[in-house]
């Protein structure tokens, strides 16, 4: 209530007849509990929602504008199906993948996705449905199915409804969108991996999967190597369920990249499927793309890397010595040791020795020392130590049982002593019979200067990865280039070009690419390697 209190020559004012003070904002904070708990709320929600897996990417998004890759490791890659089914297994059993779906294959009628093989890549008219797991292979055409026969980014690979796809290398999931010819697709990008034309240095790279059926991923996901992203289908432009699998370079236009627009198609008096068949710019492909299969099934070596660059650290290389670099060392020791053998025979057979008639003198052979090697240490199983004592054994007594039948000539006197320390039959006795050979070796270098035929070694092991020197090889083997472009002499390796379980193989590389060699019919595959100067 106010009263009205006259002023001095002014009229009247307004006061309150019981003044008081208002309590600070801080008073009704202390005693709203309501307040408290919204605060609480709300901050429980932001929380929750920046623990998420977008959340933080979002923030920093909106903070920073972009993630930062150098969080991204490169640890290798894997191919996008893992399993598929065996088709002509599932074909006698009435499966179609037409019309069924993945969950409706028998467990024990799912394979690991077979090796993608350049030469092999041809699919004809009279092929049956069930034949073959690749449809279309890189730069195909849809008429063929052959690889370099057109203008198709990618490959195609026959997958049923519903078969899980996954990530081939750790990445962020760059978009996920629903439309166009791809249909369902997802792109994501792959930062500081080694660059296919040069493993020793790092580029960013995009793996696209398109056709799917359902994702199970969004914009801004880190997924790592292996991990189930989605769901393959037959979305968007596809007479059939497969998945279709491409990676793109850094600096395509956009991804998935496609060689061609409808305008320039159209242009050209073109459909969509005769551009493709006739290679319509398929050179575009050959600067924005990559060979998707042959990148993941090389599986290249991490890069070391400064932070912030993608350049490789330079550092001085010890000298030490592996054990496939041991053998070859062995093996081009025992070549020259060979050759000085055949001048020594060559100029005995021109000048015969005069044989003295005293008492034949024994003479002592010991073995030439080798280069100075510096081994790591490694620890190896029993298994491993008993195999490579073996190994020994057998290389200290085939060596001395070939010393032993040498003839030496000498200035003054020759003499010519042949004694038998070991016989074939003891050296099968301690190798212990003929053994079945589980998988090959390809050893070499690591580079080729292109300059001409290099030269490697094709080893024959058993389960654990140990050199059989007595081996049971009952088919040939098959030497090709699946990553690059070389010619191999021989080509083809039998039971006769193997002494003590290894093959010299020379191979001329052709162009500049980096080269991945694999022995079929064996599933093992060589090492990268590059091109260097």
Same mark, same amino acid.
Request: proline fraction near 7%; avoid cysteine; charge should be neutral.
């Given at each position: 209530?106010?009263?009205?209190?006259?002023?001095?020559?002014?009229?009247?004012?307004?006061?309150?007849?019981?003044?008081?003070?208002?309590?600070?904002?801080?008073?009704?904070?202390?005693?709203?509990?309501?307040?408290?708990?919204?605060?609480?709320?709300?901050?429980?929600?932001?929380?929750?929602?920046?623990?998420g897996?977008?959340?933080?990417?979002?923030?920093l998004?909106?903070?920073l504008?972009?993630?930062?890759?150098?969080?991204?490791?490169?640890?290798?890659?894997?191919?996008? *199906?893992?399993?598929?089914?065996?088709?002509? %297994?599932?074909?006698?059993?009435?499966?179609?993948? $037409?019309?069924?779906?993945?969950?409706?294959? @028998?467990?024990?009628?799912?394979?690991?996705?077979?090796?993608?093989?350049?030469?092999?890549?041809?699919?004809?008219?009279?092929?049956?449905?069930?034949?073959?797991?690749?449809?279309?292979?890189?730069?195909?055409?849809?008429?063929?199915?052959?690889?370099?026969?057109?203008?198709?980014?990618?490959?195609?690979?026959?997958?049923?409804?519903?078969?899980?796809?996954?990530a081939?290398?750790?990445?962020?999931? $760059?978009?996920?969108?629903?439309?166009?010819?791809?249909?369902?697709?997802?792109?994501?990008?792959?930062?500081?991996?080694?660059?296919?034309?040069?493993?020793? %240095?790092?580029?960013?790279?995009?793996?696209?999967?398109?056709?799917?059926?359902?994702?199970?991923?969004?914009?801004?996901?880190?997924?790592?190597?292996?991990?189930?992203?989605?769901?393959?289908?037959?979305?968007?432009?596809?007479?059939?369920?497969?998945l279709?699998?491409?990676?793109?370079?850094?600096?395509?236009?956009?991804? @998935?990249?496609?060689?061609?627009?409808?305008?320039?198609?159209?242009?050209?008096?073109?459909?969509?499927?005769?551009?493709?068949?006739?290679?319509?710019?398929?050179?575009?492909?050959?600067?924005?793309?990559?060979?998707?299969? *042959?990148?993941?099934?090389?599986?290249?070596?991490?890069?070391?890397?400064?932070?912030?660059?993608?350049?490789?650290?330079?550092?001085?290389?010890?000298?030490?010595?592996?054990?496939?670099q %041991?053998?070859?060392?062995?093996i081009?020791?025992?070549?020259?040791?060979?050759v000085?053998?055949? $001048?020594v025979?060559?100029?005995?057979? $021109?000048?015969p020795?005069? *044989?003295?008639?005293?008492?034949?003198?024994?003479?002592?052979?010991?073995?030439?020392?080798?280069?100075?090697?510096?081994?790591?240490?490694?620890?190896m199983?029993?298994?491993?130590?008993?195999?490579?004592?073996?190994?020994?054994?057998?290389?200290?007594?085939?060596?001395?049982?070939?010393?032993?039948?040498?003839?030496?000539?000498?200035?003054?006197?020759?003499?010519?002593r042949?004694?038998?320390?070991?016989?074939?039959?003891?050296?099968?006795?301690?190798?212990?019979? @003929?053994?079945?050979?589980?998988?090959?070796?390809?050893?070499?270098?690591?580079?080729?200067?292109?300059?001409?035929?290099?030269?490697?070694?094709?080893?024959?092991?058993?389960?654990?990865?140990?050199?059989?020197?007595?081996?049971?090889?009952?088919?040939?083997?098959?030497?090709?280039?699946?990553?690059?472009?070389?010619?191999?002499?021989?080509?083809?390796?039998?039971?006769?070009?193997?002494?003590?379980?290894?093959?010299?193989?020379?191979?001329?590389? %052709?162009?500049?690419?980096?080269?991945?060699?694999?022995?079929?019919?064996?599933?093992?595959?060589?090492?990268?390697?590059a091109?260097?100067?």
């Amino acid at each position: 209530m106010t009263s009205l209190v006259p002023r001095r020559k002014h009229g009247f004012s307004s006061a309150p007849l019981h003044p008081k003070r208002e309590p600070h904002p801080i008073f009704f904070l202390k005693q709203r509990s309501s307040f408290w708990i919204a605060t609480l709320s709300v901050g429980a929600f932001l929380i929750g929602n920046m623990i998420g897996q977008n959340g933080w990417y979002l923030f920093l998004a909106s903070v920073l504008g972009k993630e930062d890759d150098s969080l991204i490791v490169y640890t290798g890659t894997v191919t996008p *199906l893992e399993k598929v089914p065996d088709y002509s %297994r599932w074909t006698s059993y009435g499966g179609n993948a $037409e019309e069924h779906t993945y969950r409706q294959v @028998p467990q024990d009628l799912l394979v690991v996705l077979p090796v993608y093989d350049r030469s092999a890549q041809l699919r004809t008219e009279n092929a049956s449905t069930s034949a073959g797991f690749y449809s279309v292979g890189n730069r195909g055409s849809y008429s063929t199915g052959a690889e370099n026969s057109g203008s198709h980014p990618g490959v195609d690979i026959r997958a049923p409804m519903g078969s899980p796809v996954r990530a081939v290398a750790n990445g962020i999931v $760059e978009e996920v969108k629903q439309g166009g010819g791809f249909g369902l697709v997802i792109v994501i990008r792959h930062p500081n991996v080694p660059d296919p034309d040069r493993p020793n %240095r790092t580029t960013t790279l995009y793996s696209a999967y398109a056709h799917l059926q359902a994702a199970l991923v969004t914009v801004g996901t880190v997924v790592e190597k292996g991990e189930h992203i989605a769901y393959s289908g037959q979305s968007g432009y596809a007479s059939g369920p497969h998945l279709h699998f491409q990676i793109d370079r850094e600096s395509a236009p956009f991804h @998935p990249y496609w060689p061609f627009t409808d305008a320039e198609a159209n242009e050209a008096g073109l459909t969509l499927a005769e551009a493709v068949d006739a290679g319509f710019h398929s050179e575009r492909l050959k600067q924005y793309t990559v060979h998707p299969m *042959l990148y993941v099934q090389s599986n290249f070596l991490p890069v070391p890397v400064t932070p912030g660059t993608t350049e490789v650290v330079e550092k001085p290389k010890p000298v030490v010595l592996n054990l496939s670099q %041991r053998i070859a060392l062995r093996i081009q020791s025992r070549k020259e040791k060979q050759v000085q053998e055949g $001048e020594v025979e060559a100029a005995q057979k $021109e000048t015969p020795p005069v *044989l003295a008639p005293a008492a034949p003198e024994q003479v002592v052979y010991q073995r030439e020392p080798e280069a100075e090697e510096v081994v790591p240490a490694v620890r190896m199983s029993r298994s491993q130590r008993a195999a490579q004592d073996r190994q020994k054994r057998v290389e200290d007594r085939v060596t001395r049982a070939r010393f032993s039948s040498r003839q030496v000539s000498r200035t003054q006197e020759t003499v010519v002593r042949r004694e038998e320390v070991a016989t074939q039959g003891d050296i099968s006795a301690v190798i212990g019979g @003929p053994q079945q050979v589980q998988d090959i070796s390809i050893q070499h270098d690591g580079s080729y200067s292109g300059r001409g035929w290099e030269q490697m070694v094709v080893q024959l092991t058993d389960e654990e990865g140990a050199l059989i020197t007595n081996p049971a090889l009952n088919r040939d083997i098959y030497l090709r280039a699946i990553y690059g472009d070389a010619e191999f002499r021989p080509s083809v390796l039998t039971a006769l070009d193997f002494s003590g379980g290894e093959a010299t193989v020379y191979m001329l590389p %052709r162009g500049r690419t980096t080269i991945v060699i694999q022995a079929q019919p064996y599933p093992a595959m060589s090492s990268p390697m590059a091109y260097g100067q």
